[in-house]
Nanobody, 123 residues
Framework: QVHLVESGGGLVQAGGSLRLSCAAS????????MGWYRQAPGKQREFVAR???????NYADSVKGRFTISRNNAENTVHLQMNSLTPEDTAVYYC?????????????????WGQGTQVTVSS
């Protein structure tokens, strides 16, 4: 089991910045990647950014050039620096961890989610 706790959400004016943080605990050695998703009112949850243990970082097109995801493996934390925020970025932001364990040839996999943190951008 992996437990995720987000922090750093809040209210900001358009053009401003916020930094979200997510702390993982529990079986963190099983984590393969961490990331952020968001869900705006009346919309489905959507991908924002992902940073794997190895490999490339991925961003949604809508946040490229404005958001930066980073990870501190020693502290089991992942951060999302959000700049040039717009009202369209208003949503609940969720931290995600992709985990796997068991035999390499047939691993078990699971996704874990935080409770979410509200980001509101005023115009």
């Amino acid at each position: 089991q992996v437990h995720l706790v987000e922090s750093g959400g809040g209210l900001v004016q358009a053009g401003g910045s916020l930094r979200l943080s997510c702390a993982a605990s529990g079986s963190t050695f099983t984590i393969d990647a961490m990331g952020w998703y968001r869900q705006a009112p009346g919309k489905q949850r959507e991908f924002v950014a992902r940073i794997p243990n190895r490999g490339w970082v991925n961003y949604a097109d809508s946040v490229k050039g404005r958001f930066t995801i980073s990870r501190n493996n020693a502290e089991n934390t992942v951060h999302l620096q959000m700049n040039s925020l717009t009202p369209e970025d208003t949503a609940v932001y969720y931290c995600n961890a992709e985990a796997s364990w068991g035999p390499i040839e047939d691993p078990r996999k699971s996704d874990y989610w935080g409770q979410g943190t509200q980001v509101t951008v005023s115009s």
